[in-house]
């Protein structure tokens, strides 16, 4: 069978078997366009180690804008390829072993998490008016009110930007102070709200004047005359880079930043690190062993314990 139908069926089966989303399987094809434009090949049995090889190099040697492909960005085209893979695999289709093809090294993400005195500067950044004063009581305002809620909601849960701004305000409960998530690959979490979430989200809902089922929205004065207020990740992306610059933060702060200081949060106060894979709805386990080194205690101690003791 010609190699570009087999592409289609498989693309196919991503987005009704596996139950993917539309950009899963856009960025798929993307990636395993890549690899048939380079290997010019209409079979199958021709994928060889040889050429994944010379894919690999050539790869590693593309420029672009930002200059060269970045290891893990290589590793994505790579994944997809040995996905693919396994799925001829399964149909009984001759070709290549998808366990020929090993991913190429990586180096470790700098996570960057918020200190507690960081993150309290960043929470109450909302609260204060445009002149640096905190506003009177019961005269904050709309925006400083979704500021706060946005910011408490972040951190209380770990969620995703795009989780976030994909909830209604149905899906929230504010007296059982938890409500589930459907995060990456459609999968489904339980994530709770702190105490001072609740007040937040509370004060910032009492304040709609509007029917919209969006969570968060756009502050327009007439709700009447536009369809769409939910606000879009990159809104919520530019808010917390302004409340972190009227906080005072010389950290880039992102709304993962706050996911990070969720999870370090966690594990250094003795979460064990499955309930923290699954709060944050990893599906695997080593991509929250990002957080284990900076959250490592016993070698926090032994420094603590054992170092320049001939001063002493």
Same mark, same amino acid.
């Given at each position: 069978m010609d190699i570009s139908t087999l592409l289609k069926d498989y693309l196919d089966h991503l987005e009704i078997e596996k139950n993917r989303s539309i950009k899963t399987r856009v960025n798929y094809e993307r990636y395993l366009r890549r690899f048939l434009d380079f290997a010019r090949i209409s079979k199958p049995e021709q994928i060889s180690q040889d050429l994944v090889r010379q894919y690999r190099l050539w790869l590693n040697r593309q420029v672009g804008l930002s200059g060269s492909l970045k290891k893990n960005t290589q590793n994505y085209y790579l994944i997809a390829l040995r996905n693919f893979l396994k799925y001829l695999t399964k149909r009984d289709i001759k070709t290549l072993s998808a366990d020929k093809i090993e991913l190429g090294r990586q180096s470790e993400r700098q996570v960057i998490f918020l200190e507690n005195s960081e993150l309290e500067r960043l929470l109450d950044a909302p609260a204060t008016a445009a002149g640096g004063v %905190? %506003? #009177?009581?019961?005269?904050?305002?709309?925006?400083?009110?979704? &500021?706060?809620?946005?910011?408490?909601?972040?951190?209380?849960?770990?969620?995703?930007?795009?989780?976030?701004?994909?909830? @209604? !305000?149905?899906? /929230? @409960?504010? =007296?059982?102070?938890?409500?589930?998530? !459907?995060?990456?690959?459609? =999968?489904? !979490?339980?994530?709770?709200?702190?105490?001072?979430?609740?007040?937040?989200?509370?004060?910032?809902?009492?304040?709609?004047?509007?029917?919209? %089922?969006?969570?968060? /929205?756009?502050?327009? #004065?007439?709700?009447?005359?536009?369809? @769409?207020?939910?606000?879009? %990740?990159?809104? /919520?992306?530019?808010?917390?880079?302004?409340?972190?610059? #009227?906080? &005072?933060?010389? =950290?880039?702060?992102?709304?993962?930043?706050?996911?990070?200081?969720?999870?370090?949060?966690?594990?250094? @106060?003795?979460?064990?690190?499955?309930?923290?894979?699954?709060?944050? &709805?990893?599906?695997?386990?080593?991509?929250?062993? /990002?957080?284990?080194?900076?959250?490592?205690?016993?070698?926090?101690?032994?420094?603590?314990?054992?170092?320049?003791? !001939?001063?002493?």
């Open positions: %905190p %506003p #009177k009581a019961g005269m904050d305002t709309f925006k400083s009110l979704r &500021g706060r809620a946005i910011l408490e909601l972040l951190f209380s849960t770990g969620l995703r930007v795009s989780e976030l701004c994909a909830l @209604n !305000r149905d899906s /929230i @409960n504010l =007296k059982s102070g938890e409500f589930a998530v !459907r995060g990456k690959g459609d =999968k489904v !979490r339980l994530v709770f709200l702190s105490e001072t979430a609740k007040t937040a989200l509370k004060n910032y809902l009492d304040k709609r004047g509007d029917v919209d %089922p969006a969570l968060f /929205i756009r502050h327009i #004065k007439n709700f009447s005359k536009i369809e @769409n207020l939910r606000l879009v %990740p990159r809104s /919520i992306e530019r808010l917390i880079k302004y409340y972190a610059a #009227k906080a &005072g933060l010389s =950290k880039k702060v992102t709304p993962h930043t706050l996911r990070h200081s969720f999870a370090t949060d966690l594990l250094i @106060n003795g979460a064990d690190i499955r309930s923290v894979q699954e709060l944050l &709805g990893h599906s695997n386990i080593t991509t929250t062993q /990002i957080y284990t080194h900076i959250t490592n205690k016993q070698l926090r101690e032994i420094h603590r314990s054992f170092h320049a003791k !001939r001063k002493k």
